[in-house]
């Protein structure tokens, strides 16, 4: 089975950087998108950043301007450039692999958490 393992969360002060990484386990073919999403306490997971199949981009308006999405298919690897954090950044970061045959699935990594202090 497949397995999506996050890792590159941390604490930082504000405008600091961090670089999230999410690798794949083995390779999954047929990717309709990939994203990032994250998780504060009490609040709804949203999504922050994606990136499609045909490598187009799109990014949540609080991040944009601030964070990168990006992916290196021979590592089966995706990353997060998170640049100029802020405390309203602060969650738990989620990478998301859709595949889009039949039967379609999402995959999702464990998590990792991300702490920008004031």
């Known amino acids: 089975q497949v397995q999506l393992v996050e890792s590159g969360g941390g604490l930082v002060q504000a405008g600091g950087s961090l670089r999230l990484s999410c690798v794949a386990s083995?390779?999954?073919?047929?990717?309709?998108?990939q994203g990032w999403y994250r998780q504060a306490p009490g609040k709804q997971r949203e999504l922050v950043a994606i990136i499609t199949r045909g490598g187009s981009t799109n990014y949540a308006d609080s991040v944009k301007g601030r964070f990168i999405i990006s992916r290196d298919n021979a590592k089966n690897t995706m990353y997060l450039q998170m640049n100029s954090l802020k405390p309203d950044d602060t969650a738990v970061y989620y990478c998301?692999?859709?595949?889009?045959?039949?039967?379609?699935?999402?995959?999702w990594g464990q998590g990792t958490q991300v702490t920008v202090s004031s």
């Open positions: 998301n692999i859709y595949r889009g045959s039949w039967p379609p699935r999402n995959y």
């Open positions: 083995e390779a999954i073919f047929n990717i309709e998108s």
